[in-house]
């Protein structure tokens, strides 16, 4: 509380308002990203982090504003725009695989085809994620090749199917 007061005294408005936005985002984001009830998905430790990495792009980009003046804005848009995240999201390339044709539009045959691919990707996925998306993708095939030939598929999982295993000969229509 001395403190504050020491502060309120002792610096320019600029100052004290960079503080109160970096104070406001910080406990924004520990607020957002932690709560009482969903403890499983944030911990306490990555919550400081975070809002601590955001405190510091505040109290970084309030500097250079002092230092650069309003042009700042045109570096922090290209900073921002030119991002590995920011690219990927605007180019439409999630993950490191390439995207696909949706399920529904690929034969048969290319859906066991991805089937089997898929398997060894997901042997050789490194992150949660990439492991996620993959896992989610046979999903869809399964489903799609359900719809198509449901005989067909739980013949094949009757059969003792395996992860890495292939469906092509329950299913008809090829």
Do not use: H
Request: hydrophobic share 50%.
């Amino acid at each position: 509380m001395l403190l504050g007061v020491v502060a309120l005294l002792l610096l320019s408005p600029e100052v004290l308002a960079l503080a109160f936005l970096t104070g406001l985002l910080a406990g924004a984001t520990a607020a957002t990203m932690y709560s009482a009830g969903d403890t499983a998905r944030w911990t306490r430790r990555q919550v400081i982090t975070a809002a601590a990495a955001g405190a510091a792009l505040i109290v970084l980009a309030g500097g250079l504003a002092v230092v650069l003046g309003p042009s700042v804005l045109w570096l922090v848009v290209l900073l921002g725009g030119s991002s590995p995240p920011v690219v990927r999201w605007c180019t439409g390339m999630r993950g490191t695989a390439p995207r696909r044709r949706d399920v529904p539009e690929r034969s048969t045959a290319d859906l066991c085809r991805q089937w089997r691919d898929s398997y060894d990707a997901l042997r050789q996925a490194k992150t949660d994620p990439q492991r996620l998306r993959i896992v989610m993708e046979r999903q869809r095939c399964l489903d799609e090749l359900d719809r198509r030939d449901p005989e067909g598929l739980q013949a094949w999982l009757a059969s003792a199917a395996s992860a890495a295993g292939d469906p092509t000969r329950f299913l008809k229509n090829l």
